[in-house]
């Protein structure tokens, strides 16, 4: 079975500073990976997406992700936080063609400080 | 072009009762999913449902129900209310096809109190 693993429920960082959230996969075929992010009372919204090609997969608000097959992962990475940054990110694997039934990362809680 | 409109936003139900959720996708969506979100257990997918077809099933108990319109609107059902099922729940369309990753847009929720 797929699943999803985010290292560390909560990170924090300032204003400026690398932003680095890490996920982990499983998977027994080639996945569909992808990033969320939700701010309070909100749903989720798509950070980017890998399906198939480019290793390094370029997304909204400045944020990337880089497909790691050799070591199951696919960490976003963003060079400087913002305070509008702060929010909780998912990482989520589909196990079908269709890129649906989601199965989500516990997620990680980014906290920015000025 | 209009998101994915979930209704009501809030609900708060006793225990025993039922309760229906609805949620119009995207125009042009064939696909509608439903998802659990608790602090406990995270996000959780519970069903999908193309082109009025159940397609896509995660584990939850018999209590958790849905269906698709011909318009592709969907709703989600819980029969028999539990406390436990207090909880966010995300729905989400995509155009559905089986072409690799189509992204799945995401409702504001409807957020479900059980008392």
């Known amino acids: 079975a797929q699943s999803v693993t985010q290292l560390g429920s909560h990170v924090s960082v300032s204003e400026g500073a690398l932003v680095l959230l890490r996920c982990n996969y499983s998977?027994?075929?080639?996945?569909?990976l992808f990033w969320y992010v939700q701010y309070p009372n909100q749903g989720l919204q798509l950070l980017l997406k890998?399906?198939?090609?480019?290793?390094l997969v370029k997304g909204i608000n400045g944020f990337e992700a880089e497909f790691k097959k050799s070591e199951t992962s696919f960490h976003l990475t963003k060079p400087s936080a913002h305070m509008s940054d702060a929010a909780e990110y998912f990482c989520?694997?589909?196990?079908?063609?269709?890129?649906?039934?989601?199965?989500f990362g516990k997620g990680t809680t980014l906290s920015v400080s000025s | 072009k209009a998101g994915v409109t979930q209704t009501p936003r809030y609900l708060i139900k006793t225990r025993g009762q039922q309760v229906t959720l609805s949620c119009s996708p995207i125009?042009?969506?064939?696909?509608v999913s439903w998802y659990q979100q608790t602090p406990g257990q995270g996000l959780q997918f519970l069903f999908e449902?193309?082109?009025?077809?159940?397609?896509n099933k995660g584990n939850f108990p018999g209590r958790f129900s849905g269906r698709q319109f011909s318009n592709s609107r969907s709703e989600m059902n819980v029969s028999t209310l539990e406390l436990g099922d207090s909880a966010l729940y995300l729905c989400?369309?995509?155009?559905?096809?089986?072409?690799?990753?189509?992204?799945?847009?995401f409702g504001a929720g409807t957020r479900l109190s059980v008392l």
């Open positions: 449902y193309f082109s009025e077809t159940q397609r």
């Open positions: 989400a369309s995509s155009r559905g096809g089986e072409d690799g990753g189509n992204i799945q847009y």
């Open positions: 998977s027994s075929v080639p996945p569909y």
């Open positions: 125009s042009g969506h064939r696909s």
């Open positions: 989520a694997v589909s196990p079908n063609q269709a890129g649906t039934a989601l199965i």
């Open positions: 890998y399906t198939t090609g480019a290793t």
